[in-house]
């Protein structure tokens, strides 16, 4: 029974902790939709407002649920010691994506950025994919998103420049 409370507590605490990413990015993401973002040109491509936090709301669930296999898996240490550690890198830098377009309005250093942020998710997925398959499948909607918000920040870019 106590590893079943154990295990629940540390999946609800990786999903918290992804989730509050998301919670933060919103911090410089909301006040500037209406302000700034909406006086931007942007592609044809470029999808509605309200679809973005859903979207995100399920990324940052399913990216909780993908740390909390692999910290779980009880996998190589040597394997899942750099999975986490990069994990904990691509978070960061989502966060900061945020804060770099939204916040600052930098939208060639938030493109820069967003592709570090795509190579971060990379690795790390390839890194999960050696310690837990499905926690790393769990990560392919998050990939797939950021490189459709990297091709929107760089046509933004474009436009705006």
Not at 47 to 55: I, S, T
Not at 66 to 78: I, K, P, Q, W
Not at 91 to 117: A, D, P, Q, R, T
């Amino acid at each position: 029974m106590f590893a079943v409370v154990r295990n629940l507590t540390a999946l609800i605490a990786f999903i918290v902790l992804c989730e509050l990413a998301g919670v933060i990015g919103s911090i410089f993401t909301i006040p500037a939709i209406p302000s700034w973002y909406s006086t931007l040109r942007k592609p044809w491509f470029n999808p509605p407002n309200w679809l973005f936090g859903p979207v995100w709301l399920i990324l940052y669930f399913l990216m909780g649920l993908s740390l909390y296999l692999v910290f779980e898996s009880g996998g190589n240490r040597a394997i899942v010691e750099p999975a986490l550690w990069a994990f904990g890198v691509q978070l960061v830098l989502n966060v900061l994506w945020s804060v770099l377009f939204f916040g600052m309005h930098k939208l060639f250093y938030s493109f820069v950025e967003i592709v570090l942020l795509w190579i971060s998710i990379a690795v790390t997925t390839v890194l999960f994919f050696m310690t837990s398959r499905a926690a790393a499948y769990l990560l392919l909607p998050y990939i797939a998103w950021v490189t459709f918000a990297a091709l929107l920040n760089y046509y933004v870019f474009i436009l705006n420049t």
